[in-house]
């Protein structure tokens, strides 16, 4: 099974608060990306290399408050961070039986789509983003089909060093990692979360 890091989310409680910071924090405008139906959240883009990107995600005031909490807790922040992240894989059944294996129930599959702001129209399947998967610290799946990427839409300008995961159980963390051959470093840690070293242009800067 192998899957590869598909891209790294921050999220903030409100989407001009999450640009504002990556713009302060990695020196990039961010382009915009769509609004997420029925989820009740909206996005901008920026590339971080072919085939992995960065989400920027926070409510979408034009939609109605959404019967679920918004995913990756944006309800509950009160400023911009990196809250998770998600894999690719061109097996998403196969993948979400390793997660199991693994000891990680990633939640059901199911499909999703946007508009990006020039009419093309974005479908995926993926498992649950809800879904607790370790405080958020391994990812969530995706398998994009037909679809095109969307980095291939976006420009240059950054690039994805790497992603390091931090946990109390990091054996836990690396069962799942290994079953799906995922390249990031794994890191024992009395809270968990993430990190990631990404090449900007005016140096390295690591997102948390």
Do not use: C, K
């Amino acid at each position: 099974m192998q899957a590869w890091v598909d891209h790294l989310i921050i999220a903030g409680p409100s989407l001009e608060a999450a640009v504002d910071h990556v713009r302060t924090t990695l020196g990039i405008d961010a382009s915009p990306g769509g609004a997420h139906p029925g989820v009740g959240t909206r996005n901008a883009l920026a590339r971080l290399g072919p085939g992995v990107y960065l989400e920027i995600i926070g409510p979408d005031p034009e939609q109605p408050t959404p019967e679920l909490p918004r995913w990756f807790g944006i309800d509950e922040l009160r400023a911009p961070r990196l809250v998770t992240w998600s894999a690719r894989t061109d097996d998403l059944e196969g993948a979400r039986s390793a997660m199991l294996g693994a000891g990680v129930d990633p939640g059901p599959i199911s499909g999703g789509g946007r508009r990006r702001p020039d009419g093309v129209h974005l479908t995926w399947r993926a498992t649950d983003p809800r879904a607790d998967r370790l405080g958020g610290v391994v990812p969530f799946l995706m398998d994009w089909g037909e679809s095109e990427h969307p980095s291939d839409a976006l420009s240059g300008g950054l690039e994805l060093l790497g992603v390091r995961l931090y946990h109390p159980r990091p054996e836990a963390v690396r069962a799942v990692t290994a079953a799906l051959s995922l390249p990031v470093d794994v890191v024992g840690r009395g809270v968990p979360g993430l990190e990631s070293d990404v090449r900007a242009p005016h140096g390295v800067v690591t997102l948390r």
